[in-house]
């Protein structure tokens, strides 16, 4: 009989093991939030010890760092946002941003993030520095605008606080709204906290 090399099957297993907390992880901030996901219902759902997810991932924080991520990858979506005229940044962020809402699964996990910075300050402040670092603030100095840490913070509350009113609370009329007409709301706000100046309610040309 042939002999498997020594530590060949743990290390699959381990591994398995690894991915199996990472989806429950996943799917439990998502569906549930930061506050009602504890780590025990994490390893029950992955089928594996509580005391294993500490050892792999050391805490529920640490895991949710690790599960955290945007449904768009920045370094390909920056490019279409600045191309073309600053003039109409704006709208393109816009469409962009309403476009990924509008895919069930992008969906999903934008409110999945939303859901867990509500539930958290701790991870509010996570989800809110992975999308300013991932996203805003490269946009931000790719147009030359100044202040853009500010700027990055006020568009993060337009979209958090859409994906709230619009997916979570459904605020009316705002849960209803046609898309195309949310879009032509949101591109002049989007314009202005890009690349208007910031202290005139009147400007939103290039600073």
Request: net charge neutral; glycine share 8%.
């Amino acid at each position: 009989m042939v002999r498997k090399p020594a530590g060949a099957g743990r290390r699959a297993g381990e591994s398995g093991t690894r991915e199996a907390i990472l989806a429950s992880a996943r799917r439990s901030f998502y569906e549930l939030g930061y506050d009602r996901t504890s780590v025990r219902g994490i390893a029950q759902a992955a089928g594996v010890d509580p005391a294993l997810v500490i050892h792999f991932y050391g805490s529920k924080q640490q895991l949710f760092v690790r599960v955290v991520e945007l449904p768009f990858v920045p370094a390909e979506v920056l490019p279409r946002i600045l191309e073309g005229q600053s003039s109409h940044v704006g709208a393109r962020l816009a469409r962009f941003f309403l476009g990924v809402l509008e895919t069930e699964e992008s969906r999903l996990r934008i409110i999945g993030l939303v859901r867990s910075a509500a539930s958290e300050p701790e991870a509010a402040l996570m989800v809110r520095e992975l999308i300013s670092r991932e996203l805003f603030v490269p946009l931000i100095e790719g147009l030359g605008s100044a202040d853009a840490p500010l700027r990055a913070s006020l568009i993060g509350a337009q979209v958090v606080g859409l994906v709230m009113a619009r997916y979570i609370v459904a605020v009316e009329p705002i849960a209803s709204i046609e898309s195309d007409v949310l879009e032509r709301i949101l591109a002049p706000a989007f314009q202005r906290l890009l690349v208007g100046t910031l202290d005139s309610a009147n400007d939103a040309t290039p600073s």
